[in-house]
């Protein structure tokens, strides 16, 4: 069991990682999100693996070790925080720089993905049609 | 204690002039010189004390675990140059009256001139290590402000900056020597420090400390080869290099070699290292300053060459020499003071520097060519000076010396030659600037200067008289103190006096000024020989050394912060993998000695999910709602996990943040490009990421193989013993989160509110692109409020609310509690948004995310201030039974106040992220100023 346990980390970090070092911001945040799923996993498992034994008192009963699962519990939450931030300051970065590349410069296939829309940029539809989706 | 205000009044008196700028010139003058001048007098009025060895102190604790403390006493050595800044510097004050012109602004120059007299002040008078550091690095920076005084002129700055970066340089030496003192000795008092000599000098960092000690003080006090900033200083005002470049800041350097001199010296490698640099400065000020044509430039060599004679004493293993040093310092600070004022008196009456312009100045200033005589005549050793006397001393000891071994007979040899230089240039400044024929082409004919402009002048000859005709009498007590710092086993008997009789440091005086007669007269053939040298600006020389070494950096920095975030997370990767490698290099194996358990089919299938969910991510990264689609596999199954491995509470947080998640995304999603072009990763590239993702991912998966074979020691023990009795709780975790441990609890919302706001602050006035098609051209669809979808949302409110109060009221017993129960609720309220719409949401309860945020964060911390009205720590928890018919038994915590300021914080961030984040495509969009669009 461990040994599975350490390997799905392993796989899961290699993949986040992956997705880390790409120049999109969404696969970036993808990987931050994967990674957050590794971390706390590896958090988690500081404390053993146990089957059944959850860390609520009663009587004469074996317990999990519950201060990883105390610290990782507030990790999911932070985690949240985090990727959201990081989400809106890809899309803030698309409004302000025109793209959704980390380092702020375009590829030629980004301005191929937006070339169907030309004409519609910074036009919000419900100033348009008065609230009317198109 | 009196002595405090020695230090804080002319901190003070800073201020004074700034406050009367616009006053008349000499009401400035004496508004500035009043609270120095009542300093001096509380210094004054303290020698009796310290001449009887009892010596006044002050100390306050200040950082009391670092061995900070504001501490200052007075014992000799801090007296004598106490009163050579405070007493110096009053002459400057009035001196400085009549030498600025009207253009130049007076507040500005006497604030500075004070901050550098307090910085001065703070270095001799300090008692610890930090502290006279702090001041001392305070008398380069005010130095700086003074050098640069006219800042329009670019031989001032560049002056100011080369002093400042090589003294600067110098006390960061000083800084790491002062804290090696202070971790070998155990303690930065600097009482205690002297009283550790054995300590120091057994210890086996005492090279690298006495070395970094002596290159503070070497760069400070201007010696062979860190020189070359004096003389560009002297484009100071004249003032300025009286008072710092000849009498106090230059000086601060041999003072820090005399505070140490009972701890650090008495050591061959202090002896060798302290006298060669001391004669090397020597003789090479004193032959430099003999071809200078500057007026200022000859007297800043000559006091690179005193400097040099004052270390060369310090530097030399006989008794007296330390006494002579001391002596000398006096003696050198008087005559220089005056000769600075008197060159600055002919600068300002004729309009000059230049001695190959100035010629004959006697017939129209011989009152203030009187004064220049006699202190050159002190500074060239010339009896019935006080000059004289030191030098003798010099030359006695410089005969019984043995610092060198057999080499010990060259130092008296080229003393006299540095005194012969000496009195040469000496003669050259007198000849030359009164004698010599006619002024060639000044700017104006010169005159006498204003009376008081002389006087400062005038006492400094007359103490260098005094001195050099009653020395016993007058210093000999100072001196007497002085040693008793230097040698605090006791000082050898001495007697200064004008006539010893005839002997060999009288020979070699008759030597030196026959010498240096000689070589005055052979000048032109002398000063032909320079000339054939190449001129070298150790301004420009520095300044290039600068720019290259700033361009170096510059390519370092580009190098490493390029601006790409790729680039910042490679560095980033790789330093952790490097951090994470090394230690699993040196573990032996992977495998500990804990027993594995067995693997059952659930956990293989979880395992095998999360594999495939996590590949496929990467692998359909660029169709981004597939991509979704498995990211969110992947974070359901790891919520899975956690209810596998016994951890309700993860398992429930995993899950409703999951769904948190994925509104988020598929939100963002609708401003992201939707095609994500793959062409432009080179295979190169691929290769070389796939790499460091394997290599990362094989060492944390080693890393948590490792852990989990290994036994651990926990600290929960504790926890699970003290839940119930303690905290008022049987769901463990929950009570680490709202009792044990909430004080990080605290800090942890804290975090969540100011993503929020910062996503708030984000998304205002954002002015985005709005597609209004999918990417196959498929227009979104019409019906953005389905019906069912509005009822059955409706309905499910109420539902849903009553859950997430369930949770949170069973949290503290059974999984549950604030966060669970805020994740629960706010995802009920934004499922109303995405039904119902931002519009209908604001008119049936217009929710004010922020004021959630602001009460919850509020209600936790008063919660925990709660515990200070019965006198117990913050967050101190409180709980008890009560008992209500119907309800029956039930509990009271305040952990269950603290839990609901983390429900309410949880509800206002969430909400906050994903309802401002939806309200983009809407007119409730935020906005920069705060007004709906």
């Given amino acids: 069991m461990e040994l599975v346990y350490s390997v799905t980390v392993g796989i899961m970090v290699t993949c986040s990682v992956f997705l880390m070092l790409r120049g999109h911001t969404f696969a970036i945040v993808m990987g931050l999100t994967l990674m957050s799923y590794a971390v706390n996993l590896f958090l988690f498992a500081s404390g053993g693996l146990v089957l059944n034994q959850p860390a609520i008192l009663a009587e004469g009963a074996e317990y999990s070790d519950p201060l990883p699962q105390a610290l990782v519990l507030t990790a999911i939450v932070i985690g949240f925080a985090m990727t959201a931030f990081a989400l809106i300051l890809a899309i803030r970065a698309r409004a302000d720089l025109g793209n959704d590349q980390v380092d702020g410069k375009a590829t030629s296939s980004d301005i191929l993905a937006d070339k169907d829309h030309e004409g519609q940029l910074r036009q919000h539809p419900d100033k348009a049609t008065g609230g009317k989706h198109k | 204690m009196d002595l405090i205000w020695v230090p804080l009044l002319p901190l003070f008196g800073a201020l004074v002039p700034l406050i009367l700028g616009r006053y008349p010139r000499s009401m400035l003058a004496l508004g500035t010189a009043l609270l120095p001048a009542v300093a001096l007098g509380i210094v004054i009025s303290l020698i009796p004390d310290v001449l009887a060895g009892e010596y006044p102190s002050f100390s306050a604790e200040w950082v009391p675990l670092l061995s900070l403390q504001v501490s200052f006493f007075l014992d000799g050595l801090g007296l004598m140059f106490t009163l050579l800044i405070l007493g110096i510097g ?372 007359v103490i260098c008289l005094l001195v050099g005709i009653f020395p016993q009498f007058i210093v000999g007590d100072l001196l007497m103190a002085v040693g008793a710092s230097l040698m605090p086993a006791g000082v050898p008997e001495f007697s200064i006096s004008i006539w010893h009789g005839f002997n060999m440091p009288l020979l070699m005086s008759l030597l030196a000024v026959s010498g240096g007669v000689a070589l005055y007269t052979q000048r032109k053939s002398m000063f032909a020989f320079q000339s054939r040298f190449a001129e070298v600006d150790p301004k420009l020389a520095f300044e290039q050394g600068m720019q290259q070494l700033v361009e170096r950096a510059v390519r370092i920095q580009n190098w490493l912060d390029n601006g790409s975030f790729q680039r910042y997370s490679l560095w980033l990767i790789l330093t952790a993998g490097f951090a994470l490698g090394y230690p699993l290099i040196h573990m032996a194996e992977a495998r500990g000695r ?101 290599a990362s991912g094989a060492l944390v998966g080693t890393l948590t193989y490792a852990m989990l074979t290994r036994p651990v020691e926990t600290i929960s023990d504790f926890f699970t013993a003290n839940a119930k009795t303690g905290g008022g709780g049987t769901n463990v975790v929950n009570v680490i989160l709202v009792d044990f441990r909430g004080f990080d609890t605290f800090g942890e919302i804290t975090v969540l509110a100011i993503a929020a706001i910062g996503i708030y602050k984000l998304l205002a006035g954002v002015r985005l692109f709005v597609p209004s098609s999918d990417m196959d051209g498929r227009p979104w669809s019409e019906d953005r409020h389905p019906v069912m979808l509005m009822q059955i949302s409706q309905s499910l409110l109420p539902l849903a609310l009553l859950v997430s109060a369930y949770i949170f009221l069973r949290g503290h017993n059974m999984p549950g509690g604030g966060f669970i129960a805020g994740l629960i609720t706010a995802i009920a309220l934004i499922q109303q948004y995405i039904a119902n719409g931002v519009y209908w949401m604001r008119v049936h309860g217009d929710l004010k995310f922020q004021w959630f945020i602001v009460s919850g964060l509020m209600i936790a911390f008063l919660s925990g201030v709660g515990s200070w009205a019965f006198e117990r720590p913050f967050l101190t928890s409180w709980f008890d039974y009560f008992y209500l018919p119907l309800v029956g038994k039930f509990e009271l915590a305040s952990a269950m106040a603290f839990d609901l300021g983390v429900y309410l914080t949880v509800i206002g961030a969430t909400l906050s992220i994903l309802a401002n984040l939806g309200k983009l495509t809407t007119a409730e969009r935020p906005t920069r100023t705060g007004e709906k669009a």
């Fill in chain 2, 90 to 461: 009053l002459l400057v004050i009035l001196y400085a009256r009549y030498y600025l012109s009207p253009q130049d602004d007076a507040g500005r120059f006497y604030a500075s001139l004070l901050l550098f007299m307090t910085a001065m002040l703070g270095v001799v008078l300090s008692a610890n290590l930090i502290q006279l550091w702090f001041f001392w690095e305070l008398t380069s920076v005010s130095s700086f402000l003074l050098i640069s005084f006219w800042s329009h002129r670019s031989d001032a700055r560049k002056g100011a900056r080369m002093a400042m970066t090589i003294t600067g340089a110098g006390g960061l030496a000083l800084l790491a020597g002062l804290i090696l003192i202070g971790e070998v000795v155990g303690s930065y008092d600097l009482r205690t420090v002297l009283a550790s000599g054995k300590l120091l000098a057994d210890s086996a960092l005492y090279p690298v400390i006495m070395i970094l000690v002596l290159l503070g003080a070497f760069t400070k006090s201007a010696q062979f080869p860190f020189h070359s900033w004096l003389p560009q200083a002297m484009a100071a005002p004249t003032p300025v290099s009286s008072y710092l470049h000849s009498a106090t800041m230059v000086k601060a350097g041999i003072f820090l070699m005399a505070r140490f001199y009972p701890v650090l010296s008495h050591t061959e490698l202090w002896f060798a290292v302290v006298s060669l640099v001391g004669l090397t400065t020597l003789l090479v000020g004193a032959y430099t300053a003999l071809f200078k044509h500057d007026l200022k430039g000859l007297l800043a060599y000559s006091t690179i060459s005193h400097l040099g004679l004052i270390t060369l004493l310090l530097g030399l293993d006989t008794q007296l020499a330390s006494i002579a040093a001391m002596f000398h310092v006096i003696n050198h600070a008087v005559f220089k003071a005056s000769l600075f004022m008197a060159a600055g008196i002919i600068d300002h009456e004729s309009g000059s520097r230049d001695m190959r312009k100035l010629n004959g100045l006697f017939r129209y200033m011989p009152y203030t060519a009187t004064l220049a005589m006699v202190a050159a005549s002190s500074m060239a050793g010339v009896p019935l000076l006080n000059g004289f006397l030191s030098k003798e001393m010099l030359f006695a000891e410089a005969l019984h010396q043995e610092t060198l071994g057999s080499l010990s007979w060259l130092i008296p040899l080229l003393v006299t030659i540095g005194g012969a230089l000496a009195v040469a240039y000496s003669l050259r400044f007198v000849h030359d600037v009164f004698f010599n024929g006619e002024p060639v082409g000044l700017p104006k004919t010169p005159h006498e200067p204003p009376v008081f402009m002389r006087v400062p002048v005038e006492i400094l000859v």
């Fill in chain 2, 594 to 694: 804990l027993a594995v358990t067995e693997l059952d089919l659930v956990s293989l299938g979880g395992a095998l999910l999360l594999i495939v969910g996590s590949v496929a991510t990467v692998l359909l990264s660029h169709q981004r709602l597939l991509a979704l689609v498995t990211v969110s596999v992947v974070g359901l199954v790891v919520s899975m996990a956690f209810a596998w491995f016994s951890a309700p509470d993860l398992a429930l947080t995993q899950l409703s943040v999951e769904v948190a998640t994925i509104i988020l995304f598929l939100l963002a999603l609708y401003f992201l490009p939707q095609k994500i072009g793959l062409n432009h990763l080179s295979p190169g590239r691929i290769v070389r990421d796939l790499g460091i993702a394997t």
